[in-house]
């Protein structure tokens, strides 16, 4: 099956699943979205407010700022994948529990295989927990590791830069790097670099300046 497909296979499920307690608050379920041969993916926690209304994410004010992040590093959405290791909301953002995390991880592991990315951004503690064991993010934040096939960077949570300003250019620094850790990476796994993506915004202008 494409990769596309199974993306889309994946979504499907998420939507309709049950598998723990998150189902019964959600409004939209949040697969994640982007490329299915994305050479970065991007990890956070959990739908906020917003993402649960649109079933998108990163669409609030820490999406906003993802936005700003991703331009630092020559990147814009349509060159990555971004989800969350839970698909459904927790109820007040609350951290998402052992017994969510464990019966969510299926799903992110499948993503994680069908894209196959070179570089695995995990995006606060929680996603950085999954990947390292008792790390403490300050010490370890934008640093890239080998972890099994692929690597992993893991980096502050957009969110919590937003509410600690002393955090902000950290993480700023961070995202700068990333272009040279990819070639990096690139190198290390035998890998081309996968052709850029026309933003759908560009697109678009593109398609206007026709007229
Ligand atoms: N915070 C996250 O961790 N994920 C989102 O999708 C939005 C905010
Ligand atoms: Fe299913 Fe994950 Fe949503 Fe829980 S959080 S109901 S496991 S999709």
Redesign the pocket.
């Known amino acids: 099956m494409p990769a596309e497909q199974t993306l889309a296979r994946i979504a499907k499920e ?1 939507e309709v ?4 307690a ?2 019964e608050s ?1 409004k939209k ?1 949040v697969a994640g979205e982007g490329p299915a041969d994305a050479e970065i993916m991007f990890i956070g926690e959990g739908p906020g407010f917003h993402e649960n209304e649109q079933g998108r994410p990163f669409v609030g004010a820490s999406g906003k700022f993802l936005d700003q992040l991703l331009a630092q590093a020559e990147l814009t959405r349509a060159d990555v994948f971004i989800c969350n290791v ?3 909301r927790p109820p007040e953002n609350r951290d998402p529990q052992p017994e ?1 995390l464990s ?2 991880d299926e ?1 992110l592991q499948r993503q994680i295989e069908t894209i196959n990315p070179s570089i695995i951004v995990t995006l606060g503690r929680i996603s950085m927990g999954k990947f390292f064991g008792n790390v403490k993010i300050s010490a370890v934040h934008g640093q890239m590791q080998k972890v099994g096939e692929r690597f992993v960077i893991p980096m502050f949570h957009p969110a919590a830069a937003l509410h600690q300003p002393p955090l902000k250019p950290s993480i700023l620094a961070d995202f700068a790097k990333l272009p040279s850790q990819l070639d990096e990476a690139r190198n290390a796994l035998g890998r081309k670099a996968v052709k850029k993506k026309e933003s759908s915004l560009k697109r678009k202008e593109k398609q206007m300046s026709l007229f």
């Open positions: 998420v699943c049950t598998k723990c998150l189902h959600r379920s839970v698909k459904c969510e019966a969510c799903y």
